[in-house]
């Protein structure tokens, strides 16, 4: 899976996103720099604290677009870096606060980072593009994962401090205007959040209740966690690009399901081995998954914040997980509870059929690929539709009766996940120019 960044502009937007995204991984979500400063149960508190404020910020950040780039949020982010900073010395109440400025200014990063996204045409795949950003950041979490132990309490702070500091010098006076062919509606609608967020209630309650039965194991997790990870992205890759996105999901739903499979048995080295390959490819496959879903949900809809929003769901996800275990724990013992992180992933069977059909792999041309599902005489009506004319005059243009429109119309409804006209313009108005 070799990246060819001939182009700046994939140098300049994938930077950015594995600098926010190691940052985040390595230090306030369940990060090994964290561990250094907290207890266990408080860098769980922590780390919820920290994914609610980046949720909420995201969510509530497309009410004040025209802000982004004002005084407060200069002071904002200013303020987290300098919370940050602070960390090792600050009480567990200033702390929790560090944690929720640190949030905000995140999703800051990520909501100007996915409006930059969206208004760039990549001169490579998208499927490269998104398993390149996971892997790069995730070699980050693998050196930090290694080398954490031996580093100092007192230098360890700097290294997420460095990212944020890069972050805000790129984006700290940010104000560049939006796309005016940019859809810039809230959030997306429940059917593409809640088959993610069911996804990562999966992923918390794994965090917080399977890898601490793996403690025993320490001194080897420290060397082999996320090794299986990063190899299993070629293959996430290689699966996206000679099927679909929503293959990456089946087979991450998959690779979950053996893994748990190995926890009837009593945790030895030969089955640790066993769980820990494929609990990590497992999760390498949905990570994939939900980066790709995410980024073609915000292309169909032109809509940067649909991506940021699946993003966040992802996160907001993984902390409700994280405290449903803290809930649970104290009633089931941990074999159930390894059984009881598979039922998320068990309902999302069921839910399937609210993740659209329409997604396509790697696209060097979106637009035209997109619609590449219709007939040629259902692309001839799409266009008529996108210029709002009447099913009666389309019908008399083409010579065919109103029964033949309707049905090519339901088709073409399906196909494109759209539930009317009025949907399908809202979402595709914009192809009527170029087209």
């Known amino acids: 899976m070799r990246l060819d960044l001939s182009n700046k502009a994939e140098y300049r937007l994938m930077l950015p996103i594995v600098l926010v995204y190691g940052s985040i991984i390595i230090f306030p979500a369940y990060g090994p720099i964290l561990s250094l400063y907290s207890s266990e149960t408080s860098a769980l508190l922590l780390s919820t604290l920290f994914l609610f404020s980046f949720s909420a910020g995201i969510f509530l950040l497309p009410k004040f677009t025209k802000t982004l780039g004002g005084k407060l949020w200069r002071f904002i982010s200013l303020s987290a870096i300098i919370m940050v900073l602070l960390f090792p010395a600050l009480e567990i109440s ?120 793996i403690a025993q194991f320490a001194f080897f997790e420290r060397y082999y966690n996320v090794l299986p990870f990063l190899a299993a992205l070629p293959f996430a890759f290689w699966v996206h690009k000679k099927r679909n996105v929503k293959a990456l999901l089946w087979t991450g739903i ?56 699946i993003i966040a769901t992802f996160l907001l996800g993984t902390s409700v997980g994280s405290a449903t275990f803290l809930a649970l724990s104290r009633i089931f013992q941990s074999i159930h509870m390894t059984f009881i992180s598979l039922l998320p992933l068990l ?21 035209s690929q997109h619609i590449d599902v219709l007939t040629r005489r259902e692309k001839e009506i799409f266009l008529m539709l996108l210029d709002n004319m009447k099913n009666r005059d389309i019908a008399e243009a083409l010579s065919i009766s109103p029964n033949t429109l309707k049905k090519h119309c339901g088709s073409i409804y399906r196909k494109l996940d ?18």
Not at 135 to 154: E, M
Not at 254 to 281: P, V
Not at 423 to 434: N, Q, S, V
Request: glycine share 4%.
């Open 347 to 367: 309902c999302l069977l069921v839910f399937a059929q609210m993740i659209p059909n329409n997604l396509k792999n790697d696209m060097e041309n979106f637009e």
């Open 418 to 435: 759209v539930e009317n006209k009025t949907e399908l313009i809202r979402i595709y108005g914009y192809m009527k120019t170029a087209n």
């Open 94 to 213: 200033m702390q929790c606060f560090a944690m929720m400025l640190t949030g905000l200014f995140s999703a800051r990063i990520v909501v100007l980072w996915s409006m930059d996204y969206l208004s760039e045409n990549l001169t490579v795949s998208y499927g490269k593009f998104f398993t390149s950003i996971l892997f790069l950041s995730y070699a980050i979490l693998y050196v930090f994962n290694a080398i954490s132990p031996s580093l100092h309490r007192s230098v360890a702070i700097f290294f997420p401090v460095f990212g944020f500091s890069v972050l805000f010098a790129v984006f700290g006076s940010n104000s560049k205007p939006v796309s005016g062919d940019m859809n810039l509606s809230n959030i997306p609608p429940v059917k593409y959040l809640f088959p993610v967020f069911i996804i990562y209630i999966s992923a918390g309650i794994t965090y917080s209740g399977i890898y601490p039965q």
């Open 254 to 309: 998959s690779l979950l399901g053996f893994s748990f499979l190995f926890h009837i048995y009593e945790l030895k080295a030969w089955n640790y081995i066993f769980i820990q390959t494929l609990l990590q490819a497992g999760w390498a496959f949905m990570n994939s998954f939900v980066w790709l879903f995410a980024s073609n949900i915000a292309r169909m809809n032109r809509n940067p914040f649909y991506f940021s929003s």
